[in-house]
């Protein structure tokens, strides 16, 4: 493995780089591949540049600008992370392995290099699964706040003795009842 696609590979922040990056073959054409905490995501280019087009043009009198057209085409997909259902791996009989990343309408097939696929297999599930380090830290920091713990209703006892002092003072409670209530009251805490 090359150090360039080692260091693509290394597990990013998920924020200003991908998880993940590699290069696959996806429908007939190279792609680049980034995993990103909450997508996967590619773009795919077509193989000859406008240069070698040009070329190609020449060549044929201009019946392959006809066929294909001046500019590189160039297609970009997203899959959101919570879409993807499983992911599988089967080894290729070349240096390649087949990793089909389902999702709820569709299927993706990569072929990716034997040493990572493995790798992508198991940070994609990760993901999918909500288990990924990347996701771990926003949940931590989301949970209390999302479910405070609720305090068991325990009654004021300052607005509970002003009560009962108000109803005193209005002449409802006798002095006595007054005293053998706030006497209750205070017992209770």
Do not use: C
Request: charge should be neutral; charged fraction near 20%; aromatic fraction near 4%.
């Amino acid at each position: 493995m090359s150090d360039e696609v080692a260091a693509d590979l290394s597990a990013g922040d998920g924020k200003s780089v991908p998880l993940l990056s590699f290069v696959s073959h996806i429908d007939g054409k190279n792609a680049r591949v980034s995993v990103w905490p909450d997508r996967v995501e590619w773009d795919r280019k077509g193989l000859l540049s406008t240069g070698a087009k040009a070329g190609m043009a020449v060549m044929t009198a201009g019946m392959s600008y006809l066929a294909t057209g001046v500019t590189r085409k160039q297609s970009t997909e997203v899959i959101p992370v919570k879409s993807i259902m499983s992911v599988t791996t089967k080894r290729g009989l070349g240096l390649q392995t087949k990793v089909h990343v389902i999702t709820s309408g569709n299927t993706i097939e990569m072929r990716i290099a034997h040493k990572e696929a493995e790798q992508v297999r198991e940070v994609l599930m990760q993901l999918a699964s909500g288990t990924h380090p990347s996701q771990t830290y926003s949940v931590a920091v989301e949970s209390p706040a999302a479910a405070p713990t609720p305090t068991p209703a325990v009654p004021d006892l300052a607005a509970q003795l002003q009560q009962l002092a108000s109803l005193r003072d209005a002449g409802i409670l006798t002095e006595d009842e007054f005293a053998a209530k706030k006497a209750d009251i205070l017992s209770r805490f």
